[in-house]
């Protein structure tokens, strides 16, 4: 996970924690498309599956046209998954309303 160690454990404690806070949506800006034998899979999916109105972190794979969505044992959780970028300097010159890959689009939530 590119040193990314106990991420997934690290993101259902969080979960976990802010059930009691009562969310009415989550939103986990992570990529979650790789590693389906990762042993922290399960707790992760856990909490997803207690968490209301969650929205998962998607990406547009431009050099393949591809979208990389989060793994289905993450995604079935979701209410949605909504597309995340890295901008190349942290200067907004635009708002982007629509990112068009392969055969999906995405306006806000893309599913």
């Keep these: ?27 986990v800006d992570v990529i979650l498309a790789d590693d389906p034998k ?22 547009r794979i431009a050099s393949i046209d591809r979208w990389e969505d989060p793994l289905p044992l ?11 970028h890295r901008l190349t300097n942290s200067v907004c010159r635009s708002i982007q309303l629509r990112q068009i890959g392969g055969p999906r689009s995405a306006v806000g939530p893309s599913r």
């Design 1 to 27: 996970m590119d040193g990314q160690s106990h991420l997934r454990q690290i993101i259902a404690r969080g979960l976990d924690l802010i059930q009691n806070a009562g969310p009415k949506a989550v939103a």
């Design 38 to 59: 990762n042993p922290e899979n399960p707790a992760l999916e856990a909490a997803f599956a207690k968490t209301p109105n969650l929205v998962l972190s998607s990406d």
């Design 74 to 84: 993450f995604s079935r959780n979701a209410a949605a998954l909504g597309h995340a």
